[in-house]
Structures are given as C-alpha cells and as structure tokens.
T-cell receptor, first 115, second 116 residues
Framework: ETGVTQTPRHLVMGMTNKKSLKCEQH?????MYWYKQSAKKPLELMFV???????ENNSVPSRFSPECPNSSHLFLHLHTLQPEDSALYLC??????????????FGPGTRLTVL | KNQVEQSPQSLIILEGKNCTLQ??????????LRWYKQDTGRGPVSLTI?????NTKSNGRYTATLDADTKQSSLHITASQLSDSASYIC???????????????FGKGTHLIIQP
C-alpha cells in the first residue's frame, strides 16, 4: 500500500447523475493531485492542490469540480458527465508541489464508467 | 512540445527471461526521469528516479539506465517473474518553472506480460 486510499474503487453512473470521488492520504504530505488515465493514453493531470490551495487546473471541463478541505483529503465532484469521461481516475500526493525532485505517491484509482 | 515515447507498446516473454523496455524523450530542459510500475487495477508505484548526473540505478531485479545526451532511458528486468506482469511508465520531469504542477511528462507505458 502506498498510503493513499481512494473510494469508491468502481463507479457506474448515468449522464444526469451527481457523484463524488474521495481520496485520503496518510503520509503527511502537503500536495494532492487528480489524474485521468484513459486506455492507450498517457496520464493526464487534472488538478493540483498545494497546502490546500488549487495551483493547477489543466483546462478541465466544469463538470469536474475538485474540493480540498485539508491537506489529507481531496474530492472530485462529478455532474452531467459524458461517456468519454469513462476512465481510471487516480489521486496522488507528494511532500509539496512544484519542487523539482518531488516524488508522487498514487492511490489505487477509481474506475469510472459513464453510461 | 515535450514528449515521452515508449517502446514496445506491449511485450510478452517467458518467465525467467530478461527484457528491456525503452523510453525516448524530448523534454528540455531536463531534471529527472522516473520509471513507474502499474499493476492492473492499481495506481503506479515508483521503481527508480534518476537525475541528470546518474546513468544507472537498480532496484532489485530492475535496472534503469539514462543517457541524457541522446535523451534515452531503458528499464532492464532480469529473471522475470509472473508478478512483473504490469504496465511500465516512463515519466520525465522538467525543472520547476514556477507553475503549480511538477512539470511531469508521462509516456503511454509498455504493457508487459510474463507467461509461465
């Protein structure tokens, strides 16, 4: 285990549903990240939070809404998603974002299917 | 545009054999290069991190090499085991430029299958 947990592990939702993904890190880190991993594509960075402040929004559609109430928890709120949003959503944490030799630790991911 | 290209896309070898995975990158300037292992249904786990001055690094049966002049890296797996079946992702980091992220460029990965 990497010290980063994600729930749920699997989620199936309709295009009109609202759901949330949760991530928790037990490593004492100050930065948390959301990534999208689609088949045959590189990981795509979505959002970065550093010391609870959002420091990166990588042109993500507004149907994805992140929330970081503290350095240990990160949420991704989902609403009116499209079938092409089906993917593995990975959460990661690190000591602090934006440092050159910064190692990220990944959670197991949430496999999302949008019908 | 910064890119990381990995080859082959997929590879099947017999248990006990060795294999080498390749990573070519165009990221410049360069800070460090990482190899991650991602088991099916799991998140990536770091295997090695190499800086500009390191040209080889080992982690058990995994040995990574780096040639910063030709912008190439390889990951060599010795005496493969069934548990080595996974995707291997090469990630290249540029120096921190003041943005909010870590300046990482990810490859698509090589899917490795070890057969008994």
């Amino acid at each position: 285990e990497t010290g980063v947990t994600q729930t749920p592990r699997h989620l199936v939702m309709g295009m009109t549903n609202k759901k949330s993904l949760k991530c928790e890190q037990h490593l004492g880190h100050n930065a948390m990240y959301w990534y999208k991993q689609s088949a045959k594509k590189p990981l795509e960075l979505m959002f970065v939070y550093n010391f609870k402040e959002q420091t990166e929004n990588n042109s993500v559609p507004s149907r994805f809404s992140p929330e970081c109430p503290n350095s240990s928890h990160l949420f991704l709120h989902l609403h009116t998603l499209q079938p092409e949003d089906s993917a593995l959503y990975l959460c990661a944490s690190s000591q602090a974002a934006g440092t050159t030799y910064n190692e990220q630790f990944f959670g197991p991911g949430t496999r999302l299917t949008v019908l | 545009k910064n890119q990381v290209e990995q080859s082959p896309q997929s590879l099947i070898i017999l248990e006990g054999k060795n294999c080498t995975l390749q990573c070519n990158y165009t990221v410049s300037p360069f800070s460090n290069l990482r190899w991650y292992k991602q088991d099916t249904g799991r998140g990536p786990v770091s295997l090695t991190i190499m800086t500009f001055s390191e040209n080889t690094k080992s982690n058990g049966r995994y040995t990574a090499t780096l040639d910063a002049d030709t912008k190439q890296s390889s990951l060599h797996i010795t005496a493969s085991q069934l548990s080595d079946s996974a995707s291997y992702i090469c990630v290249v980091s540029a120096p921190y430029s003041g943005g909010g992220a870590d300046g990482l460029t990810f490859g698509k990965g090589t899917h490795l299958i070890i057969q008994p």
